[in-house]
């Protein structure tokens, strides 16, 4: 199976009533991870790379346009359906960059910008990557994040179901990311989701619906965020920190640096890193509902 639209993967999630995860990588190593866990779950899958954590001159330099090399290699080889996805974008150059490389969907991060004119640049932004058969996922409403081990709320905004309805209408987004009690960044307690809010937006909005901040949600909500219309679920620190769990272990054996670093052998801490990050990747497969829905 080759590169799939991420509205048909989506609207086959909203179809067969489970969600497909968005495991963000973050070199090839992780990548892999994801890719592998796909395979070995047979579940369609969302392939790429987040930008909200990277530096901008780096991302700027030539850095979006190795991640979508090596996302293409990877994303047309697996035999599952996969998308692939360029993750909040700092600007809109940025988004537009990643799909002229090669990425297949983009979410440009347009938060910090007033609502007229974030809604604006998103709207021009989908008539430019729907001409180009590409895909645009969007947020509305802001998710809390973490400052010191502490949930901020000060920016934080639940989304309207009214204003993402007219949203929708007004941009031509293929999926909406929303703001329902789901926190960024979050590692330890688990958000609480307001489901009758989430319930609401998915009758208005017409556009499957997804849910940032992953690592944090709570799993015996998801059924109901599901049944509300969610289709995608981003994850990304619990990735991190298997990775770094597996790689930290590695690392103490203290072996020569030849077979600690890039061997890609069972010594190698990246793939000490990488079978981590399968484990919880394959795990969340199962509770997203997406395993054995490749076939
Ligand atoms: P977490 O890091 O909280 O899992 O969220 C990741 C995410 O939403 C990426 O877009």
Known sequence: MSLVPLADLLAAARAGGYAVGYFEAWGPYSLEAVAEAAEAERAPVILGFGCAMVDRNWLDAGGIDLWAGLGRHVAERVTVPVSLLLNETHTLDQARRGIEQGFTAAMPDTGALPAARSRQLVEEFVRWAHARGAWVEAELGQLPGVEDGHIDRSHATMTDPEEAAAY?????????????????????????????RLAAIGQAAGVPLA???????????????ISAGVAKINVGTGLKRAFRDGAREALALDLSPHDLLGSHKPSDAGVAGKERMIAVVRDLMGVYGCAGRAD
């Open 168 to 196: 929708v209408a007004a941009t031509g987004v293929d999926c909406l990311a929303v703001s329902v009690g789901n926190v960024h960044l979050l590692e330890e307690t688990e958000a609480a989701l307001d489901l009758d």
């Open 211 to 225: 849910l940032h901040g992953g690592t944090s949600l709570p799993r015996h909500a998801l059924p109901a965020a």
